[in-house]
Structure formats: structure tokens, C-alpha cells
């Protein structure tokens, strides 16, 4: 039983072309991230939504574009992909509480290869 | 603005205690998280603070202090599967739950 499950893993593909990535947590959490992590292992936050809500859209090219068609599920679309969009990218959730038991948990990781 | 940093890389024997800084400059402040991140695997989560002072989880502690903007991950009795890299998080103040990341310290344990 994942957690936070991904899919695919490995992406490969041509410049120009538009791709998707999915992303579903079974945690009953109500937070949900995408995360980009480049080659020097930065990982740097690129969305948020909270119940189906966006509440943070950090400097992405508008090419990238979530979509949260309930709060169990975060997807990431593509268009027009570009040589700099390789990288892993990690979806994460959490339960929005201040409190312990409110740490993010992250799904396997999409490591997206453009050529 | 934001920043977190850590060292980028360190090493340190089996059997040894490592300790691992981290300092913040962020916006806000609503905890400080570690995790540890394998290669090729997803960070998992180690710790959590978010008052001043020392958790302790078996081999791994974490200690805080807000006022410092200063944060460390003490590993002891090292293993050879501690070898990964550990990353320093934040999560800011303000309702959005938007956890800011370091760049990471890749730890070496040698034999």
C-alpha cells in the first residue's frame, strides 16, 4: 500500500513534446506538492493546492500546468518541453496541521529525460 | 528573502557521530524538518522541531534553536546504510504550509 504513488518512474522524450505525470495519496492528507529536484539535488517547490485549491504557484514557466481533480490526487502536465525540464520530479503531501505528525511525504519521484 | 544552508558534503567512519548544520533565513517559521534521501529514492522523513531545544529518535537527534535560526542532525553510531544525503527543511509561517528545502549534505560513512 503507497502512500504517495507516482506514475511513470522514467519518462523519456523529444523536445516540443507535451507529457503528464500523475500522482495519488492514499494518506487522506489535504495538502499536495510538486517538487522539481535538479542534478545538484536541489529540490525546489513548484506547486501547491490545498483542497483541490491552488495556494502556491512558485516562478514556473506557464508551460507547466497542475490540475487537482480531488484532494487525493495532483497531476502535472507539460507542454512544449524543453532540454531544462530534466530532472526528477517529486509529489509530496501532508496534513496541514502545526503540530507532529505534519511532515510531507513524498512519492517515489518521475525522473523526466528530454532529448 | 530565503535561504538554508548546509554543508555539501561530509564523511565520517562507522561508528562515529556526525553532526550535520543547518541555518535559515526564511520568511516565517512553523518547523524544521530533516530528512534523508537515499540515491534515487524519495527523502523520507527523520525529525521534527518546532520549540527550542533536542529530539532524540534512537541514533538520530535533532536540535533547534529559533532564535539562532540554526538547526543540526546528529548521527550516531554510524552505519554504512547512513550513507545518503540529508536535507534540511523549513516550513513557513503563513498558512501555506510551503516547506523550503537546503540544498542538501551528502554523507559519506567509510569502513
Known amino acids: 500500500d503507497t502512500a504517495v504513488s507516482q506514475t511513470p518512474k522514467y519518462l523519456v522524450t523529444q523536445m516540443g513534446n507535451d507529457k503528464s505525470i500523475k500522482c495519488e495519496q492514499n494518506?487522506?492528507?489535504?495538502?499536495m506538492y510538486w517538487y522539481k529536484q535538479d542534478s545538484k539535488k536541489f529540490l525546489k517547490i513548484m506547486f501547491s493546492?490545498?483542497?483541490?485549491?491552488?495556494?502556491i504557484n512558485e516562478t514556473v514557466p506557464n508551460r507547466f500546468s497542475p490540475k487537482s481533480p480531488d484532494k487525493a490526487h495532483l497531476n502535472l502536465h507539460i507542454n512544449s518541453l524543453e532540454l531544462g525540464d530534466s530532472a526528477v520530479y517529486f509529489c509530496?503531501?501532508?496534513?496541514?496541521?502545526?503540530?507532529?505528525?505534519?511532515?510531507?511525504?513524498f512519492g517515489q519521484g518521475t525522473r523526466l529525460t528530454v532529448v | 528573502g530565503q535561504n538554508i544552508d548546509q554543508p555539501t558534503e561530509m564523511t565520517a567512519t562507522e561508528g562515529a557521530i556526525v553532526q550535520i548544520n543547518c541555518t535559515y533565513q526564511t520568511s516565517g517559521f512553523n518547523g524544521l524538518f530533516w530528512y534523508q534521501q537515499h540515491a534515487g529514492e524519495a527523502p523520507t522523513f527523520l525529525s521534527y522541531?518546532?520549540?527550542?531545544g533536542l529530539e532524540e529518535k534512537g541514533r538520530f537527534s535533532s536540535f533547534l534553536s529559533r532564535s539562532k535560526g540554526y538547526s543540526y542532525l546528529l548521527l550516531k553510531e554510524l552505519q554504512m546504510k547512513d550513507s545518503a544525503s540529508y536535507l534540511c527543511?523549513?516550513?513557513?509561517?503563513?498558512?501555506?504550509?510551503?516547506?523550503?528545502f537546503g540544498t542538501g549534505t551528502r554523507l559519506k560513512v567509510l569502513a
Open positions: 493546492y490545498n483542497n483541490k485549491e491552488l495556494i
Open positions: 494518506l487522506g492528507h489535504d495538502t
Open positions: 522541531n518546532v520549540l527550542d
Open positions: 527543511a523549513v516550513r513557513e509561517s503563513g498558512g501555506t504550509y510551503k516547506y523550503i
Open positions: 509530496a503531501s501532508t496534513r496541514t496541521r502545526d503540530s507532529r505528525g505534519s511532515e510531507a511525504f
